[in-house]
T-cell receptor, first 117, second 110 residues
Framework: GAVVSQHPSWVICKSGTSVKIECRSL??????MFWYRQFPKQSLMLMAT?????????EQGVEKDKFLINHASLTLSTLTVTSAHPEDSSFYIC?????????????FGPGTRLTVT | LAKTTQPISMDSYEGQEVNITCSHN???????ITWYQQFPSQGPRFIIQ???TKVTNEVASLFIPADRKSSTLSLPRVSLSDTAVYYC???????????FGSGTRLQVQP
């Protein structure tokens, strides 16, 4: 089956620094990738949609200058949290859709736990 | 996007069948119904997807009535490892993101 990986699986950083999270589709080409954020005991909240080769579309309330998304290839999307603050501590999850399939299934990565101290 | 409503939590015992119902009164003609399972600190895992009637795979069954305004995920003979949050999602999928509701937290007891 289709596999999506994320790196790192967890990261601790100091307030004010930037952190980059990678999302890769390992065995398929992902024309569209999605980034979600999940706080403890809450549901997933969509942050942005990224299409390969174009700018990401951010959801209302998500700062595009703070959460930089790059989708430069069909197998890799990156999320950079710039000038991180403790309130950015969360579980970040990406998902990808196989552009070659007719179904509507999206494949999720294992998530990245970000802790800002 | 169609909004979904499902119970916040459910309790069951090992070996029992669990049915989780999701309401989606505003489902559109092009929308599919998809269920995901999520364990703590993990990404959601696809369980089953359907458009109408009944769909069955090796993990679960999905029942969808003719009006498609609700759906029921059926987990046969649950085990402790089925303790997780289950999300019902409705949408076209594809290039559009999936909108997650609150999900149902299933607790399976020995």
């Amino acid at each position: 089956g289709a596999v999506v990986s994320q790196h790192p699986s967890w990261v601790i950083c100091k307030s004010g620094t930037s952190v980059k999270i990678e999302c890769r589709s390992l065995d398929f080409q992902a024309t569209t990738m999605f980034w979600y954020r999940q706080f403890p005991k809450q549901s997933l909240m969509l942050m942005a949609t990224s299409n390969e080769g174009s700018k990401a579309t951010y959801e209302q309330g998500v700062e595009k200058d703070k959460f930089l998304i790059n989708h430069a290839s069909l197998t890799l999307s990156t999320l950079t949290v710039t000038s991180a603050h403790p309130e950015d501590s969360s579980f970040y999850i990406c998902s990808a859709r196989d552009g070659g399939l007719a179904n509507y299934e999206q494949y999720f990565g294992p998530g990245t736990r970000l802790t800002v101290t | 996007l169609a909004k979904t409503t499902q119970p916040i939590s459910m309790d069951s015992y090992e070996g029992q069948e669990v049915n989780i119902t999701c309401s989606h009164n505003n489902i559109a003609t092009n929308d599919y119904i998809t269920w995901y399972q999520q364990f703590p600190s993990q990404g959601p895992r696809f369980i089953i997807q359907g458009y109408k009637t009944k769909v069955t795979n090796e993990v679960a069954s999905l029942f969808i009535p003719a009006d498609r305004k609700s759906s029921t995920l059926s987990l046969p003979r649950v085990s402790l490892s089925d303790t997780a949050v289950y999300y019902c999602l409705v949408g076209e999928g594809g290039r559009r993101a999936l909108t997650f509701g609150s999900g149902t937290r299933l607790q399976v007891q020995p």
